[in-house]
């Protein structure tokens, strides 16, 4: 009640007293003209009297209102009699929040300033001034249901959202701060912060006076780029990017401040893999490629300088049609055909051309390239240099080929000796005696080449090698 109504009902519980100007009022002509609803109840409860306004507010004419209970226009049975028996009891009202039945069926929100009138301690009747806040009501009605919309908001957020007062004291949190933080905050306790502990993105220990949005109720200001890691309870650690911005009245006065913690661990995994997989990449002897689907390169390694001979600078953004002899570009088109289907192309082996001109065999592995939404938007080409295994594979052959005609050339001398043997023979085991010496002594001489390296022996090396089976002087 404002200051000006309080005096009004001073003056009006109490006939004959000025007011503070010295004027006396006239107190009927107050009671019936006056802006405020006013009534007066017998001890009964009876309505014996109501003024224009308190008719007007709840639209009955006199004949409907007046000589009723006032208990009939409270919808609430246990607030009238909580007034009455207030009243009775010779205390004074101020401000009852209550509610009243209007003619129309609708409900006015009201505020009852009452006292009761006592002669030699008997209750005589009770004055009342009744104010409409109906209107005031509905507003905070709304501005509860908005609140609540607006939590509702926030809570069903994905990321970590927390409000303070103008002071740094947490008002609200979300469900995902606390689950980020790993704790649940103490609303109009914890000041600052949601979280544990704090430290700055070097390391330091961060006290919470000195976070980010402290820094922004303080200076009055948002704070944006200052990345930060918090630890939780359990030991854990988490980075995250804040972005504490001041909250201002309609007056521009600062009431608080709203802070959303970005979490960066997945990024933060995501740029280490990312990372790690380009020293892979960078230092691997392979050629590592990746080009889009119109052919353009678009990364190279130094593997691929190695091989090819051309320098990122000179590859990325030519074609790759550039690294294909004449006689084998058929191939890209099949292989882009792959691509774009989403297959991986098994690894072949093929020709490509460096920037010298010279060829060069390689096998090749081609993987499709996807974008964050699954995509295809390009191809990774894996092409590894196979001369040396092409050429050992070639030398694999010639000795083949050699091993096949010396033990063919073997055969025909074992042969030969067991015919000679057997000439000489004169008993079947002088016979056996005889070839397996001279097969010993091929053996040796098999060791002598071997022990060079197949480089060669000497001639006095292999003949005493030879000889060694016969009897001396023969």
């Known amino acids: 009640m404002h200051e000006a109504t309080q005096a009004n009902v001073v ?38 009297h109501a003024n224009q ?39 004074k009202i101020v401000r009852y929040p209550a509610r009243l039945r209007a003619s129309d069926g609708s409900i006015k929100h009201v505020e009852v300033t009452s006292s009761g009138h006592f002669r030699d301690g008997k209750l005589i009747n009770t004055r009342c001034f009744t104010v409409d806040v109906t209107d005031l009501v509905h507003t905070r009605s709304e501005l509860r249901q908005h609140d609540s919309t607006y939590h509702q908001i926030l809570d069903g957020l994905p990321v970590a959202i927390y409000t303070t007062d103008q002071d740094g004291t947490i008002t609200y949190y979300n469900r995902a701060a606390a689950d980020l933080a790993g704790r649940e905050p103490e609303v109009g306790k914890d000041k600052w912060c949601v979280t544990f502990k ?14 980010p949005m402290a820094i922004a109720l303080k200076e009055n200001r948002p704070v944006r780029n200052q990345q930060a890691v ?54 691997s002897f392979d050629a590592i490629v990746s080009k889009d689907l119109n052919t353009i390169i678009k990364s190279w390694n130094h593997g691929a300088e190695r091989l090819f001979g051309y320098t990122a600078d000179e590859a990325i953004g030519r074609s790759v049609t550039m690294l294909i002899p004449e006689d084998h570009q058929d191939e890209e088109p099949r292989i882009l055909q792959r691509i774009r289907r989403g297959e991986r192309v098994e690894p072949f082996e093929t020709t490509r051309l460096r920037k010298d001109g010279s060829l060069v065999p390689v096998s090749l592995t081609i993987s499709p390239v996807r974008n964050a939404t699954g995509q295809i938007t390009g191809a990774s080409k894996i092409a590894r240099d196979i001369t040396s295994a092409k050429e050992n594979e070639y030398r694999i052959r010639m000795l083949m080929r ?66 060694e089976p016969f009897p001396r002087g023969i």
Request: overall charge negative; some cysteine; glycine content about 6%.
């Open 230 to 283: 918090a630890q939780r309870p359990d030991g854990s650690f988490f980075p995250f990017l804040p972005y504490p911005t001041p909250l201002r009245d309609e007056h521009g006065a600062l009431i608080g401040a709203v802070n959303m913690l970005l979490d960066l661990t997945d990024r933060q995994r995501a740029e280490e893999t990312r990372q790690h997989l380009s020293a892979i990449v960078e230092s």
């Open 402 to 467: 050699e091993v096949n005609h010396r033990v063919k050339n073997q055969y025909s001398v074992i042969l030969s000796m067991i015919r000679e043997t057997n000439k000489r023979s004169e008993t079947p085991k002088q016979f056996e005696t005889q070839v397996r010496e001279r097969i010993m002594a091929l053996s040796r001489s098999h060791d002598l080449l071997v022990s060079a390296d197949w480089k060669g022996a000497t001639i006095s090396d292999l003949l005493a090698a030879q000889v």
């Open 53 to 91: 306004a308190e008719l007007d507010l709840l639209g009955y004419p006199a004949e409907d209102y007046l000589g009723c209970h006032i208990a009939e226009f409270y919808p609430d049975r246990d607030v009238i009699e909580d007034i009455l028996g207030r009243l009775a009891n010779g205390e």
């Open 198 to 211: 704090l430290f700055s993105a070097d390391g330091k220990e961060l006290p919470h006076d000195e976070c």
């Open 11 to 48: 003056a009006f519980e109490n006939p004959g007293v000025s007011s503070n100007d010295g004027l006396d009022f006239d107190y009927k002509d107050f009671f019936e003209n006056g802006a405020v609803a006013l009534h007066l109840v017998n001890a009964d409860g009876v309505i014996v």
